[in-house]
């Protein structure tokens, strides 16, 4: 059946990865509603074949046009305001925000790995997970299922795509030698251990984000985890190096099984032959990558391994366009 759907931040680089993507994969839609704020309202946008002219988001937007579902990415402070009165005109919203991701009534999903909290929701909101917790959730589902995950060391070196266009006109123009001051230092040849803000414990939101994430998608938060989440110069797709520890004992062999095993998981693995994935190979790709796996040597039941994926896509436009395919499945629209 085909429905009525809304992208809410339809000029901003994931919005124009929700369309992207929606085309992609067929998406049912019967009409299509493109919102942003006033200064990009007005601009054209073409989707499957036809043009549309972005609107003004108003709290009126949503008023008996029977919008069915309505992808947002347009800022938090957007999604607060708004998510509710979509869910309100009887939308089923999926947020890319960070606004009600931890929110009790808002499931946080993601769809290979916790595909039942989609029916969960009470608000008639779901969070899609921060870009650098989904790529991480898809090779830890079958690990803890299997092994049970005690503790996870995450570190992270995020693409500027992340930042939005603001964020790669500072590296690309940096790399000319006129960087725009966007970061708060050269990000040009540089890495910067500062993604959002600061908080009194001394990490960012996005580690934290990545702790609470975790534990929240998991649905357990005795598993031990700390992060450091790092900006490099690197256009699109996020690389991160996970160090976990098992209760259980693993084979390495049957590890790698269950990861290549995993839904939306690709294991590419041969260090001899030089293979293992990078962000400019693994970038514009909805999978997740995973290499240099290799046990950690230090604890009893430990393991290194290194993930990479498109940030902007599975990392948001792609994985909130598969809860709505769920939500849809489930007979939830
Ligand atoms: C970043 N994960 O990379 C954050 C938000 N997209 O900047």
Redesign the pocket.
Known sequence: KKINLAVVGATGMVGRTFLKVLEERNFPIENLYLFSSKKSAGSKVTFAGKEYTVEELTEDSFTGRNIQIALFSAGGGTSAKFAPIAAANGALVVDNSSQWRMDPEVPLVVPEVNPEAIKEHKKGIIANP???TIQAMLPLKPLHDKYTIKRIVYSTY??V????VK?VEDLEEGIKGNPTGFYPHQISYNCLPH??VFLENGYTK?EM?MVNETRKIFGDDSIRITAT?V?VPVKNG?SESINLEFEKEFDLDELKEAMAAQEGVIVMDDPANNVYPTAVECAGNDEVFVGRIRRDFSVENGVNLWVVAD?IRK??ATNAVQIAEKAMEMGLV
């Open positions: 921060n870009c650098s995020q693409a795509s992340g930042s939005g964020g993604i959002d996005e984000k989440t900006r996020h940030n990392g948001a």
